[in-house]
């Protein structure tokens, strides 16, 4: 199993030293944000110079890219923050190869108009799908164009946030450059904690050849609370991991939503997760 992590969770005045700092824990795959590098997380341009030289300190610590971040708001209430997103989109899209990955991380979006991690009712809405498509066949050429892939992450807070409305996203666009990332917190509506077998398992059954990408995290209870570092909730790991395998990924596992001195402790019971899988499988 990889385990790799966001790289934002180490807050360091310069990128040598979040990288350091990531590599001290033992950590050689990442989710890079080019906040890490002094930028704004979706910049207005990325000069040559700077993306050459993020590819060449990752290198010198043997870190991968797993993805960049290209989170904003597709469906925000103002459709020129919409436009001024899909234009950052393509300054990173741009950029993802010299920066050495090919994968942008997003979300689907909300209609709340201060927080893009807030459910709003109007998510629901046949208008605020309509909107969710016309940017993501935007960002989808974009993509193309740029021998990219877009990872877009089911959530309860934004527009997808189930399996099924995954799926039905996928199919709706029918392009291979639109994928999925994973992330098993993110899937339990007020009340369904219960049958979290049922949600897994239905996820990968409709999802699992889509993945591109797995995060890790917890969750302290059903609704809005897959906030939690990995091992520390409800999430049955077990399960969730075993769910990844039967799938057949085998990238990175990312870890977030985590303080940095929750960092060790992750890692470590990743990897014994991950060992005791490779036993049961062994055995």
């Known amino acids: 199993m990889q385990i790799g992590i966001f790289a934002k969770t180490f807050v360091r005045p310069s ?7 990531v590599a001290a824990h033992g950590i050689q795959q990442v989710q890079f944000n080019m906040a890490c590098a002094g930028l704004p997380s979706m910049p207005d341009q990325i000069d040559s110079a700077l993306a050459a030289t993020i590819r060449r300190e990752l290198a010198a610590r043997s870190i991968a890219m ?8 597709i469906i925000h209430p103002d459709m020129e923050q919409r436009r001024a997103g899909i234009r950052r989109l393509h300054v990173l899209a741009a950029s993802c190869h010299q920066l050495g990955t090919a994968l942008i991380t997003l979300s689907t979006g909300t209609r709340d108009p201060e927080n893009m ?11 605020a799908w309509r909107d969710m498509i016309a940017s993501l066949r935007e960002m989808v050429k974009i993509a193309e164009d740029n021998a990219a892939t877009l990872g877009i992450e089911p959530e309860i807070s934004n527009v997808i946030d189930s399996a099924a409305k995954a799926r ?25 904690l219960a049958r979290m077998r049922e949600i897994l398992e239905e996820a990968f059954a409709l999802l699992g050849s889509d993945i591109v990408l797995a995060h890790a995290k917890d969750l302290s209870r059903d ?18 991991l075993s769910l990844l395998r039967r799938v057949g990924y ?3 596992l990312i870890l977030h939503a985590l303080a940095e001195e929750q960092v060790d402790p992750c890692v470590a019971f990743l990897r014994q997760k991950g060992a005791a899988l490779d036993a049961q499988v062994a055995g």
């Open 15 to 21: 990128l040598a030293e979040t990288l350091d700092a």
């Open 66 to 73: 797993a993805a960049v971040s290209g989170t904003f708001n």
């Open 117 to 127: 991690w807030r459910r709003h009712a109007g998510n629901d809405t046949p208008a």
């Open 168 to 192: 039905r996203l996928l199919d709706e666009i029918g392009s291979p450059r639109l994928k999925i990332v994973m992330d098993g917190a993110n899937l339990f509506h007020a009340g369904a």
């Open 223 to 240: 609704g809005d609370a897959g906030h939690e570092a990995a091992g520390t909730g409800q999430l049955d790991y077990n399960l969730y």
């Open 250 to 252: 085998r990238g990175p």
